[in-house]
């Protein structure tokens, strides 16, 4: 979703923009809804030559200035077909996870030598990076997904409207999750860290998980939810499944938790701050790019439950704290992660302007 949204917003500035992906896919949906230009064309493996044969049509027909891949795989295609086309357009890859694949030999060292650009979403995978990638250290650069701010503003919804319709009451503090339902997310540990707070702490506390299973997960989700009625929780535990208004939701929220293991970026809980939310995130990987410790939220060790719950307590027994932790992660996000400013950048680097990271 970050392709529509840049796509869009480079649209807005004036820039003509098409969209490149598979046939039938969300993606595709999601490009024509927004009014951009959107082309099906990538295939699988087993057309290869073919995918490659259209490519170098297209980017012969459209003379393109720039080409911007949000996967790695796409390489394979996109560099025979620029060259087949005598296409001079400026190359640029976003990487958005973690490899542990090594890639130099002499195959990848032409496919990545095609780039003016990586771009790595956070710090964490910016190293990755560089040990499993052919390219110098002077081509890569930090560039975090961006968050459009006029959608992630707590002033445009009502928390009590959204607690009424999820049920829940004005009188208790809701703290939640929000992510697909996938192993290393950290669904189990919020689950305990609900099932601690719920015996020790006294107080009237609900929980709310927000998403659903990805393809081919639904086990997983299922297990999620049976561990919450095995943990006795069915009477503070709510899942909403997967949903679009995620920005609406989060109004309804006291504390957000983001127990994620190992997260490239974590634009879900860049999102809560923004919705000026405080939180209680691991403290791994791309986290660390975001969450400022004691002043725009609270870290704690990966896989913890027992820190988990600790961080939700603390911010539980002092609203001072909610309050500041909110205040100052709203602006961390504005100076930092806004789609904007991310956009500004990416126009510095393709028209060639110096770019400071």
């Given at each position: 979703m970050?392709?529509v949204?840049i796509?869009?917003?480079l649209?807005r500035?004036?820039?003509?923009v098409s969209?490149?992906?598979?046939p039938?896919?969300t993606?595709?949906?999601?490009a024509?809804?927004a009014?951009?230009?959107?082309?099906?064309l990538?295939?699988?493996?087993?057309?290869?030559?073919?995918?490659i044969?259209?490519?170098?049509r297209?980017?012969?027909?459209?003379?393109?200035d720039?080409?911007h891949?949000?996967l790695s795989?796409?390489?394979w295609?996109?560099?025979p077909?620029?060259k087949?086309?005598s296409?001079?357009?400026?190359?640029f890859?976003t990487?958005?996870m973690a490899s542990g694949v090594?890639?130099?030999?002499?195959?990848?060292?032409f496919?990545?030598?095609?780039l003016?650009?990586?771009?790595?979403?956070s710090n964490?995978i910016?190293g990755s990076?560089?040990n499993?990638c052919?390219?110098?250290?002077s081509?890569?650069?930090?560039?975090?997904?961006?968050i459009p701010?006029?959608?992630f503003?707590?002033?445009?919804?009502?928390?009590?409207?959204v607690r009424a319709e999820?049920?829940i009451?004005?009188?208790?503090?809701l703290?939640?999750?929000?992510?697909?339902?996938?192993?290393?997310k950290g669904h189990?540990?919020f689950?305990?860290?609900?099932?601690?707070?719920?015996d020790?702490?006294g107080?009237?506390?609900?929980?709310l998980?927000?998403?659903?299973a990805?393809?081919g997960e639904?086990?997983?989700?299922?297990?999620?939810?049976n561990?919450?009625g095995?943990?006795g929780?069915?009477?503070?535990?709510?899942?909403?499944?997967?949903?679009?208004?995620v920005?609406?939701?989060?109004?309804?929220?006291d504390i957000?938790a983001?127990?994620?293991h190992?997260?490239?970026?974590g634009l879900?809980?860049?999102?809560a701050?923004a919705?000026?939310?405080?939180?209680?995130?691991s403290?791994?990987a791309?986290?660390?790019d975001i969450?400022?410790?004691?002043?725009?939220?609270?870290?704690?060790p990966?896989?913890?439950y027992k820190?988990?719950a600790?961080?939700i307590?603390r911010l539980?027994?002092?609203?001072?704290?909610?309050?500041?932790?909110g205040?100052?992660?709203r602006?961390?996000?504005?100076q930092l992660?806004?789609?904007s400013s991310?956009v500004d950048?990416?126009?510095?680097y393709?028209?060639?302007?110096e770019?400071?990271?």
């Open positions: 970050q392709a949204l796509s869009r917003e649209r500035r004036g820039h003509d969209l490149l992906c598979t039938r896919s993606i595709l949906k999601e024509y809804a009014g951009i230009p959107a082309v099906g990538l295939g699988d493996d087993k057309q290869a030559f073919r995918t044969r259209e490519l170098s297209l980017l012969r027909d459209y003379d393109f720039v080409v891949t949000h795989h796409d390489l295609w996109l560099v077909a620029l087949l086309a296409s001079d357009a400026k190359f890859l990487k958005h090594k890639k130099t030999d002499p195959l990848h060292r496919l990545y030598g095609r003016q650009g990586t771009f790595a979403i964490y910016k990076v560089l499993t052919p390219v110098p250290e081509k890569v650069h930090v560039l975090p997904p961006g701010l006029e959608t503003d707590p002033s445009l919804y009502r928390k009590s409207e999820l049920g009451p004005e009188n208790t503090l703290i939640g999750m929000v992510g697909r339902m996938s192993p290393g189990e540990e689950l305990m860290a609900a099932k601690s707070l719920t020790s702490s107080m009237n506390l609900q929980f998980v927000v998403g659903g990805s393809f639904g086990p997983y989700e299922s297990k999620i939810r561990l919450a095995d943990l929780l069915k009477d503070v535990v709510t899942f909403t499944g997967f949903r679009k208004d920005p609406r939701l989060l109004t309804a929220f957000l983001f127990p994620s190992e997260e490239s970026f879900g809980l860049a999102e701050m919705m000026k939310l405080p939180v209680v995130a403290k791994s791309g986290v660390l969450v400022v410790d004691n002043e725009t939220g609270l870290l704690v990966p896989k913890d820190s988990l600790d961080g307590l539980v027994r002092d609203p001072n704290v909610r309050r500041s932790h205040e100052a992660g602006k961390r996000v504005e992660f806004s789609l991310g950048s990416l126009e510095r393709y028209t060639g302007k770019v400071e990271d």
